[in-house]
């Protein structure tokens, strides 16, 4: 039997519904059908990656969408069932009209609450406006409100409403849907309700189509639609009564719906012309939908703004060439002679390979949304390899000079090169949302869309839901969740067999199977990894911005977006299959915090002279303004100060360097200049890792062995680099060096390296060019090793450059404004580490850190001038836990406040508050003011206890004040009498309230109370560990303020703790046999006792490599762990008081830098190459799972 | 009429249609056009692993109900069997009485 096509088919991006792929959909509907129709819930979420399998799989690709149909219940509108809608192709209207109208529909259906749409709606929807014909099918079938008001034994009924549905609907545009999922006769779905839809069809004479309404692609995937039925509904599966009626819902075979369609028609009692009525009407409908991609959906075809939109009036190429002259004159006008024409010729290159594209108008585009930035006063920098066209330079896209860096354009954008170029923007994180509704009113509604992206099962959520759905105890299913540890849903049960930390879980698997009931826990696994990654919800990309022309809702259906305005229902993977150009404007946290610190320095210096005083600045620096600004863009790249703070490694806060990997490298590799930051954001890549040339690099930098090149033509492709390949742009040179290709060439063999369809024929290619041009075979080989270890990998040179500008940016800042760039940091937050680490920074810097106080503190952390006139930090009262926005704005509006009455009055703040303020400090001003007068001595607790006596704040209006009658200056009588009843609270208490309230230490580091602990131990500082030895087993101890586990490429995990103790940070490595030993302690524990060796990584650098670790609280000083006992070399009786950290027993005499028992070099340990590619991998640079830490603490 | 479970085999033609069935030592002819459904079962409760990739029939259990004729015996028996997916084995699990026990002509008959 061949050919059925089915016209009603979920993917998995029908969120908890749908079950399979659309490759796995597209495969089996090849196997005996030629077209295959998917018809995601409530969307087009799908669609796109269905067109892709469709093609991939040689079947032609029909969109439609499972719609809700909303009518008018007694409390507003309410879902009465669903209908498919599919869209017609090109073949009866002109192309794309179908689609088009498919797009609006499901916007509109977003428009209101709940999602659908309402017949009149829907009968209006599917009629093309311009020809009045349909361009749309809808199928009304066994879910829908005809089909639903069937189950009753009534006969009126559904006549009734399907009269309505059919005068409703115009000609042509409606057919009735039979399926059957064979259930219990008299169900839903069951063989008699397709009966009866069939009968009503053949009474009204509507034709009628086959579909098997399919969730998933094979038989086996039924009990993962069972589980997505209880995750949808919320419910156990055995109270379910929404569970799908049976498990027939796969995407049967031709010869299966057959046996399907014969059932139908012979209990209805028709015979074999109804039956190839049924089969005929549903290839009819099937060909009517078929779809072209690019006729119909405009497949890959770019559309931007119109050049009117863009206030142009000429044609985008001359526009673009005019705008890059002026560009010419005011980036290069000091050039002549050759070095000029090296531009004009770059120029023009560039020029005509964007307009060979016909890309102008997009460049034109970005630079139009770039400069409205601009205007709006928003900081903002391009990123990634569009930092390599001069022509972006010139329009002010980019700030990084191309032509200087020697960047090349080739790895951004050839005519070689067949997908859209990325020019991506950061601003500052806080104006994010304004500069995304800066661009919808620049270019309209209509031409602008936020793009979306899909959330999708993870190993805690999976196993979440799968628990619910088998009516698992929430808590038990919360303790399981909890341990699991950044691995996919998929891998679960090997994650048990492998995972110490998940040794009780395993356990506690394999005692269930023997339990009565036995293997729920089995079954949770199963079910877990069936979750796998089936997308959730779609939410708004975190950057994504879609650009086209009008017709661009002709084209995406949107839904509205957390933040209101529409988002696109496609993702960055419909993005180059759909011709849609990608804007990314990605908030970055770091832009933020740079902008407040300027703000704050020109807050508290507002003159030239006064921060050019402050910050050690020449008076005439060309940065700072008449007024005290700082143009940051306008600070040279040379600022050795800068650069000191960046060799030091400490540089927590700082953009880029702040892990643990990167203050190992930055140790290592002790930058001077701007092109090493370049150098150093590039060589922190899994690329350079991979192909072992950290060390190679550094040791030729540190001039220990000298520079090696494979063949001297290749000295000026690697020179700056030591001989050792970092970037991109080598590879594109080398490759064009040795072979003579051309370099946009060069740049589409490198996209071939680690590809393994592709990378043997870039091979040959190399071998017999670079050998035609003469190049021995030795050279040949070793340059090919190179190349190949490289992979698609490494970092483009531009990429590095423009991350290295902001890297720059905030060591400046934090060398020359400390306390304001803290102050920044502290409010936006940027980095990868919780607050309290950044908090211990400054105070480790030696800024004061200003309590909390009721008419001092602000909304905002802010930089302020202490008495001893130094610049403090002073807490923020939005840090206060639980304090609402409304009462924060009460109290800041009602300051400053000269007694408890004032503030109880003006601020109405509820009881538990008030009480907060006062534990943490926030009324000892009010207190202290008070007591001056009357010489009160009652201390802090007695405030607490006071301020919790009060009776709860009533809200009477009666009480307050007639406006403009002005408060009477009474004396604070109330604090001033305060009984003096209890006792002091002590540092160590004062801490934990903080942290608990204010999730911060504030008066205090927490360690401190552990100090005389931690001395009996003989416990080592992070400060003293630099003058330590190499390989000297130490103890440490401190708060857990990072945990990574990179994926490595040998499979073995290695995780990495960070622990500060208030004098530094401590990075800690555990491999295999430390993890066995610390076990279920390396996730959950706040502070840590770990036991390990040094391992000096370079003159600045020292990590510890971990041997076991303890939770710190868990320790008595009278019971310690016996394998602790025996780790400790002697029981220190007595700390000796004010000794240099550095003449503690065990530990070398001497400053730091004399004590360097060994040349500064590296030495070989076992685990080096593993730590570096660890701290290479992205998700360890851009602190993936430090926001877990974040969160915990 | 009654419901328990009872062991029995069936005989199909090449092209899937039921046969003849053995029951109690006693050979039926089936009527042509049984009817087919499926039930659902409560997997959850029943089964202890179901590993992605695998589970084709855990979730319902294909049902048929059919109508019998012994060789020199009048009537008809009817018998609902329950036929378990992939293994292939058959039972019995209800007899039915008499005729008009038989649901699904009511069904049918009714608002269709």
Redesign the interface.
Same mark, same amino acid.
Not at chain 1, 181 to 186: I, K
């Given at each position: 039997m061949r050919n059925f096509v089915h016209l009603h088919s979920s993917s998995a991006f029908s969120a908890h519904f749908g079950v399979s792929w659309p490759e796995e959909l597209a495969q089996v509907a090849a196997v005996d059908g030629d077209a295959l129709a998917v018809t995601d819930r409530d969307g087009l979420y799908g669609a796109v990656k269905h067109v892709k399998a469709c093609m991939a799989a040689g079947i032609d690709p029909i969109i439609g969408v499972d719609l809700a149909v909303v009518e008018d219940g007694p409390g507003g509108p309410v879902a009465a069932g669903r209908v498919v809608v599919l869209a017609h192709g090109g073949t009866f209207l002109p192309p794309g009209t179908g689609y088009a109208a498919l797009c609006r529909l499901v916007s509109a259906a977003h428009a209101g609450t709940p999602v659908g749409l309402t017949l009149d709606q829907l009968a209006a929807g599917v009629l093309d406006p311009e020809s009045g014909k349909p361009a749309l099918t809808v199928l009304l079938g066994p879910a829908s409100p005809v089909g639903r008001s069937?189950h009753g034994?009534?006969?009126l009924l559904?006549r009734t409403k399907f009269l309505q549905w059919h005068k409703a609907m115009p000609d042509g545009a409606m057919v009735v849907e039979i399926a059957s999922?064979?259930?219990?006769?008299?169900a839903p779905l069951?063989?008699?309700h397709a009966?009866?839809m069939l009968?009503l069809a053949q009474e009204f004479n509507v034709p009628a189509v086959l579909s098997n309404a399919a969730r998933y692609a094979?038989? /086996?995937?039924?009990?993962?639609?069972?589980v997505l039925d209880a995750a949808r509904n919320v419910m156990p599966? @055995?109270e379910l009564h929404e569970?799908?009626?049976?498990?027939?819902a796969w995407l049967k075979s031709a010869a299966q719906m057959r046996a399907v369609a014969k /059932?139908i028609v012979?209990? @209805?009692g028709y015979g074999n012309a109804e039956l190839s009525q049924l089969w005929a009407n549903t290839a009819q409908l099937a060909d009517k939908c078929r779809l072209d991609p690019a006729a119909d959906l405009g497949w890959k075809q770019p559309a931007t703004p119109e050049m009117d939109v863009l206030g142009l009036t000429g044609t985008a190429g001359v526009e673009l060439r005019q705008r890059s002259e002026a560009g010419l004159v005011q980036r290069f006008g000091n050039l002549s002679g050759t070095k000029l024409l090296t531009v004009r010729n770059r120029l023009e290159t560039e020029l005509a390979t964007i307009g060979g594209l016909g890309f102008e108008s997009y460049f034109l585009t970005v630079a139009e949304v770039s400069d409205m930035i601009r205007t709006m006063g928003v900081r903002r920098a391009a990123r990634g390899s569009g930092a390599s066209s001069l022509v972006n330079y010139l329009l002010g896209i980019s700030a990084v000079d191309p032509i200087a860096n020697d960047l090349l354009f080739e790895r951004f954008l050839s005519a070689d090169r067949s997908t859209l170029p990325d020019i991506d923007l950061d601003v500052e994180s806080a104006e994010r949302h304004n500069v995304y509704r800066g661009i919808f009113e620049r270019f309209g509604p209509k031409r602008v869309t936020l793009m979306s992206m899909q959330n999708s099962y993870r190993a805690r959520g999976a196993v979440r839901d799968a628990g619910m759905?088998?009516g698992m105890d929430r808590g038990d299913i919360d303790q399981i969740a909890k341990q699991l540890w950044r691995f996919s849903a998929?891998s679960f049960r090997e994650a048990l067999e492998e995972k110490p930390e998940l040794r009780d879980l395993a356990a506690q698997v394999r005692d269930s199977?023997h339990a009565d %009931? @036995? %293997?729920?826990l089995?079954?949770l696994v199963?079910?877990t /990894?069936?979750l796998d990654s089936l997308p959730r919800h779609i939410s708004m990309h975190p950057c994504g911005v879609i650009l086209g022309d009008s017709g661009l809702l002709n084209r995406t259906p949107v839904q509205p977006s957390g933040m209101g305005l529409p988002m696109s229902q496609f993702d960055k993977h419909d993005m180059d299959a759909m011709g849609m150009l990608k804007l990314d404007v990605l908030g970055v946290r770091m832009q933020s915090a740079m902008a407040y610190a300027v703000r704050e320095i020109i807050r508290l210096h507002p003159t030239r002279e006064a921060v050019a005083e402050e910050g050690g600045h020449a008076p005439d620096a060309p940065f700072i303004t008449e007024g005290g600004g700082i143009d940051l863009d306008a600070v040279p790249f040379d600022d050795e100060p800068t650069f000191e703070l960046i060799r030091s490694t400490h540089t927590l806060g700082c953009f880029q360097i702040e892990s643990p990997g990167q203050r190992e490298l930055v140790g290592k590799m002790a930058p001077a200049e701007f092109s090493d930051l370049i150098i150093d954001i590039s060589l922190f890549r899994p690329g350079p890792m991979k192909s072992n040339m950290v060390k190679p690099f550094l040791e030729n930098r540190a001039g220990f062995s000298p520079a090696h090149y494979a063949h001297p033509d290749l000295i000026p492709v690697l020179e700056e680099t030591h001989g050792v390949t970092v970037f991109h742009e080598q590879v594109l040179r080398t490759l064009s060096t040795m072979t003579g290709c051309t370099l946009s060439r060069a740049d589409e063999f490198r996209r071939g390296l680690g590809n393994p369809s592709a990378e043997p024929a870039v091979e040959k290619y190399f071998r017999a060019k670079a050998a035609g041009n003469g190049y021995s075979q030795a050279v040949i080989e070793e340059v090919w090793g190179t190349l190949a270890a490289f992979g698609s990998f490494g970092f483009c040179k531009a990429h590095g450059a423009a991350f290295a500008v902001p890297t720059y940016q905030s060591a400046w800042l934090k060398a020359h404004h400390p306390a304001e760039f803290m102050a920044g940091l502290w409010e936006h937050d940027p980095g990868m580490y919780p607050l309290r680490l950044i908090v211990a920074e400054a105070r480790r810097m030696g800024i004061p850190i200003l309590p909390l106080d009721i008419n001092a503190s602000g909304g905002q952390y802010r930089a302020e001038r202490t008495a001893a006139n130094v610049t403090g930090i002073r807490m923020s009262l939005a840090g206060v836990y639980g304090l609402s926005g409304t009462e924060l704005k009460r109290i800041l509006a009602g300051q400053p406040y000269g007694s408890l009455a004032e503030l109880r009055d003006r601020g109405r703040l509820s009881r538990p508050i008030l009480k907060r303020l006062a534990q943490l400090g926030a009324l000892d001003s009010l207190h202290r003011r008070a007591q001056q007068r009357t010489g009160n001595t009652a201390n802090r607790a007695d405030l607490i206890a006071h301020v919790n006596s009060l009776p709860a704040h009533k809200a009477n209006k009666r009480n307050e004040p007639i406006s403009g009658q002005l408060a009477l200056p009474m004396e604070d009588v109330e604090l001033g009498a305060l009984a003096a009843r209890h006792p002091a609270a002590g540092l160590a208490e004062t801490v934990r309230t903080e942290l608990d309230l204010l999730s911060v230490d504030v008066s205090g580091h927490l360690m401190e109370s552990y100090a005389p602990l931690l001395d009996r131990l003989g416990v080592s500082r992070a400060e003293q560990l630099l003058g330590l030895r190499n390989n000297t087993e130490i103890l440490v101890a401190g708060v857990r303020v990072a945990t990574q586990t990179p994926p490595m490429r040998g499979g073995k995990r290695v995780v990495f703790i960070s622990i500060d103790d208030g004098t530094g940070c401590v990075d800690a490595t555990f491999f295999s046999e430390a993890q066995e030993k610390s076990g279920p302690l390396l996730f959950g524990t706040r502070m840590l006792l770990i036991r390990g060796l040094t391992r000096r990584t370079g003159p600045r650098g020292i990590t510890v490599q971990a041997l076991e670790a303890w939770d710190l609280q868990d320790l008595d000083m009278n019971s310690l762990p016996g394998s602790l006992l025996g780790a400790l070399p002697e029981m220190r009786p007595e700390p000796v008081p004010d000794m240099e950290p550095n003449m503690r027993p065990g530990s070398l005499a001497g400053s730091p830098s004399e004590a360097l028992p060994e040349p500064p070099c590296w030495p070989v340990h076992r685990h080096a190459d593993i730590i570096e590619e660890a701290h290479s991998n992205p998700r360890m640079l851009l602190g993936h799972g430090a926001a877990q830490d974040k969160s915990r603490s | 009429m009654g419901s328990f479970s009872e062991g029995i085999d069936v005989v199909s033609s090449p092209e899937g249609e039921l046969l003849q069935l053995c029951w109690r030592g006693a050979h039926y002819a089936i009527e042509p056009h049984p009817l087919c459904w499926y039930e659902r079962r409560s997997w959850w409760e029943s089964e202890s692993r179901v590993p992605p990739g695998e589970g084709a029939g855990i979730v319902d259990l294909q049902m048929w109900r059919l109508q019998l004729r012994r060789e020199g015996t009048p009537g008809c028996l009817t018998l609902d069997v329950v036929h378990y997916l992939p293994g292939g084995q058959w039972r019995v699990i209800k007899i039915h009485d008499a005729v008009d026990e038989v649901f699904w002509p009511e069904e049918l008959a009714d608002g269709a």
């Open positions: 069937l034994r009534k006969y559904p999922h064979l259930s219990a006769p008299g069951s063989t008699a009966v009866r009968k094979h038989a /086996e995937d039924a009990p993962t639609a069972d599966l @055995g569970l799908q009626p049976t498990g027939q /059932e012979y209990q @209805g759905a088998l998929g199977r %009931g @036995g %293997g729920q089995d079954l199963d079910l /990894e069936r | -």
